[in-house]
C-alpha cells in the first residue's frame, strides 16, 4: 500500500513539474488516455528510483551531507530526477529532462509538492 500512495504522489508532483518547468516534459501523445500511461510509467520508474538506489546514494554521500549542512539534497534531488529521465527513455514512455539545472529546478518542485501531498494523505507520514 505505501507504494502505491508513493507513487500516487510521485506521478501528481512529476505531472505538476511538466507543467510548470521549462524543460521537462513528457512525449506530447495525442489523447489523455496515453499522457496517463506515460505519466504512470514515469512515475513507477521515479518511485523505484527513490525507494532502490536512494538510499544507496544516501549513505554513500553522507560526508558531502554533512558538509554542506544538508544542501547536498538538491543536488541528490536532481540526480535521481535525471536517472528516471535517462532509464526511461529506453521505453517508449521516456521522461525529458533538459539538463542539471532543469533537473534541479524539478527536483526541487517535486520535492516540496511531494512533502506537501504527503501532509494531505492521512496515515502516511515518512
Given at each position: 500500500m505505501r507504494f502505491v500512495v508513493r507513487f500516487l504522489v510521485n506521478a501528481?508532483?512529476?505531472?505538476?513539474?511538466?507543467?510548470?518547468?521549462?524543460g521537462i516534459a513528457l512525449p506530447q501523445t495525442?489523447?489523455?488516455g496515453a499522457l496517463v500511461v506515460n505519466l504512470a510509467v514515469v512515475a513507477v520508474?521515479?518511485?523505484?528510483?527513490?525507494?532502490?538506489?536512494?538510499?544507496?546514494?544516501?549513505l554513500l554521500s553522507l560526508p558531502l551531507y554533512i558538509?554542506?549542512?544538508?544542501?547536498?539534497w538538491?543536488?541528490?534531488?536532481?540526480?535521481?530526477l535525471l536517472l528516471t529521465g535517462w532509464i526511461s527513455r529506453f521505453t517508449d514512455y521516456g521522461l525529458e529532462v533538459d539538463g542539471f539545472w532543469t533537473a534541479v529546478l524539478g527536483g526541487l518542485l517535486i520535492a516540496v509538492a511531494s512533502w506537501l501531498l504527503h501532509l494531505l494523505v492521512p496515515g502516511d507520514h515518512r
Open positions: 501528481a508532483a512529476i505531472w505538476l513539474s511538466t507543467l510548470v518547468v521549462p495525442g489523447s489523455t520508474v521515479f518511485t523505484l528510483v527513490n525507494m532502490l538506489v536512494r538510499p544507496v546514494v544516501n558538509l554542506t549542512l544538508g544542501l547536498f538538491i543536488v541528490v534531488n536532481a540526480l535521481m
